[in-house]
């Protein structure tokens, strides 16, 4: 069974820092892309992060140079650095992994979803 365990979420004040991780199981790790998406209150959800199997990363333009996607293949986990917090990422985010690793991974539709953890940005 795939499980993905999203964690690390908490409340940060603006300019901090949280590190979210994605521990999984049941898969072929090094085989997967894994992404972070994220959903704010009365908003779409959106891709914030993801990385393939070969460690190609991609970001939305609002998190660059503020957020590191990172994988380690022998923890079966993928860790989301946040740094330089903002209000606007406040967010309940998600990690999501999908067979097709290889593929440019903002495109994937993401087959396999864990439950989401709370980011929330004071001023």
């Known amino acids: 069974e795939v499980q993905l365990q999203a964690s690390g979420g908490g409340l940060v004040q603006t300019g901090g820092s949280l590190r979210l991780s994605c521990a999984t199981s049941?898969?072929?790790?090094?085989?997967?892309?894994i992404a972070w998406y994220r959903q704010a209150p009365g908003k779409e959800r959106e891709v914030v992060s993801c990385?393939?199997?070969?460690?190609?990363?991609h970001y939305i333009d609002s998190v660059k140079g503020r957020f590191t996607i990172s994988r380690v293949n022998a923890r079966n986990t993928v860790y989301l650095q946040m740094n330089s917090l903002k209000t606007d990422d406040t967010a309940v985010y998600y990690c999501?992994?999908?067979?097709?690793?290889?593929?440019?991974?903002?495109?994937?539709?993401?087959?396999?979803w864990g439950q989401g953890t709370q980011v929330t940005v004071s001023s």
């Open positions: 990385i393939n199997n070969a460690d190609a990363t």
């Open positions: 999501a992994a999908d067979r097709a690793g290889g593929s440019y991974c903002p495109f994937i539709p993401y087959e396999h």
């Open positions: 049941g898969f072929v790790f090094d085989d997967y892309a």
